[in-house]
């Protein structure tokens, strides 16, 4: 594979785990930005064709803002920006640059995604079953539920007719039938977990997805990474994935 130079927006846990698979799709990390060198104009002293960030919600705007002005495509990996999307939109298709977004760049989660889907269209057929959503992450995730959560939400809001709404709070009542419940814990280090549970008067079905590790959001990352290559436009991970998998043989 052609050598791809990329940067890192972030040198915590996620910039850490880039560092290490980096090699292994021939992306060569020429720049690190963090709070000690922010992502800013007069530090873009090396070339490198796409930025990768995982840094906080509210930095992902300006983060675009610099690389359309200077023609970097872009990895966004951080989540809890959606307000901005309209906006981060109109500067992709602007400016001309390439830009992959997405709740999850996890490859289990991508297909974990796709497994609830199949669970959903079935369970719009067989009435007996209420379905939810629960998620775990470590206590330093700023976001509650997860980009991730509302995905598998939408999944399933989407497919299934009698459910007409998300609820994302606590109730301290009966829920209406109508409403997609998912919940949140926040604890100690736990990188992320995600169950969908649909439950029946004679049976429960269980979807699991379990991050031991960050490797595979690195990894997915990765991935789309060397696909917005080149690319322009505008475009969601969870559309792209299994065109990614197909570009990294």
Not at 25 to 38: E, G, H, K, M, R
Not at 41 to 46: R, S, Y
Not at 59 to 69: E, N, S, T
């Amino acid at each position: 594979m052609k050598n791809i130079p990329i940067s890192l927006l972030g040198s915590g846990a996620m910039g850490a785990e880039l560092l290490l698979h980096a090699d292994r799709y021939a992306l060569p990390v020429a720049s690190v930005f963090d709070i000690n060198t922010p992502f800013r104009e007069e530090n873009l002293t090396k070339k490198f064709s796409v930025a990768i960030d995982f840094t906080l919600p509210h930095l992902v705007l300006q983060h675009i803002q610099l690389a359309a002005k200077k023609g970097i495509n872009v990895v966004i990996g951080t989540t809890g920006w959606a307000q901005h999307k309209e906006e981060i939109r109109s500067i992709v298709d602007e400016s001309g640059i390439g830009v992959v977004y997405g709740s999850n760049f996890s490859i289990g989660m991508q297909i974990t995604f796709r497994a609830v889907k199949e669970l959903a269209t079935l369970l719009n057929y067989v009435d007996e079953y209420d379905v939810a959503i629960h998620e775990y992450h470590h206590t330093n995730k700023v976001d509650s539920p997860s980009g991730t959560g509302l995905s598998l939400a939408s999944i399933l809001i989407d497919s299934i007719e009698r459910k007409k709404y998300i609820e994302r709070n606590t109730v301290q009542e009966k829920i209406a039938k109508e409403s997609l419940h998912i919940t949140s814990t926040r604890l100690g280090s736990v990188v992320g977990k995600h169950i969908v549970t649909a439950d029946s008067s004679f049976d429960q079905i269980e979807i699991i997805h379990n991050a031991k590790t960050r490797t595979g959001f690195a990894l997915g990352a990765l991935r789309a990474a060397r696909w917005i290559n080149g690319k322009k436009g505008f475009y969601n991970f969870e559309d792209i994935f299994e065109e990614t998998l197909q570009n990294n043989e």
